[in-house]
């Protein structure tokens, strides 16, 4: 779905002075410009609402610039977090930390100002690591383990996408752009194919996950 400035500001409940400032600063990817106007897309929605969540926890602008930058370029929340590289099976014999206080870099010790929860940083970035992460400092693990196994799938996760986008992606929207006039409408469709392609394969990687696990602790998979 394409929005213009004003669509997109109410759509995330912000401003368009607001959305133009974080365009200024850098926090948000130029829209596609097409005539005079210019349109935004799911990407930039995701991004806004993000941008206002961090807001919201009381960090600034530069260092919402840096937390993103980072997380577009690949780089892992232990990197971010400054958590030492060491195994799952090492790490687990360690005691649960009373207190956590890795050597944070400026910006994220601004993001975890108001919190001395050390999983914040996925709370803001990631909801869904956070609840696993959770629930699994719940259940005893040492934190330290927790990011680098959290870590470790998302990293498994990425390689899954890198390996498949291409051969998913290209046959359900790409090749169908591609052969079309590239008119707004088939940018249209282009965007919708892409979003069915993407929910299709979320939800075909989530049932593979769940009947391997199934398979490997006895339990029986659930309803897809």
């Known amino acids: 779905m394409d929005y213009t400035i004003d669509e997109l500001a109410r759509a995330a409940d912000t401003t368009v002075r607001s959305v133009r400032v974080y365009h200024e600063r850098g926090l948000l990817p130029s829209p596609d410009v097409r005539g005079r106007i210019g349109y935004y897309g799911h990407n930039h929605l995701d991004r806004l609402q993000t941008i206002s969540r961090l807001l919201s926890r009381g960090m600034k602008l530069n260092g919402i610039r840096e937390l993103l930058d980072a997380w577009d370029r690949g780089d892992g929340l232990a990197e971010v977090l400054g958590v030492t590289d060491q195994p799952v099976s090492e790490a687990v014999e360690d005691p649960i930390p009373q207190e956590y206080s890795p050597d944070l870099p400026d910006y994220l010790k601004k993001a975890l100002a108001a919190s ?98 199934a398979r490997r602790e006895g339990l029986p998979p659930t309803a897809a």
């Not at 990011?147 to 169908?176: K, N, T």
């Open 116 to 213: 001395d929860d050390p999983l914040e940083g996925y709370r803001l970035v990631n909801p869904r690591c956070c609840d696993l992460a959770t629930r699994l400092v719940d259940a005893g693990l040492p934190v330290s383990a927790v990011v680098e196994l959290v870590e470790r799938l998302r990293h498994d996760c990425e390689r899954l996408a890198d390996r498949y986008a291409e051969a998913v992606l290209s046959p359900l929207a790409g090749q169908p752009y591609a052969a079309s006039e590239r008119a707004p409408k088939d940018r249209t469709v282009f965007d919708t194919n892409v979003a069915i392609a993407r929910l299709m394969t979320t939800r075909a990687v989530a049932e593979l996950i769940d009947q391997a696990l």
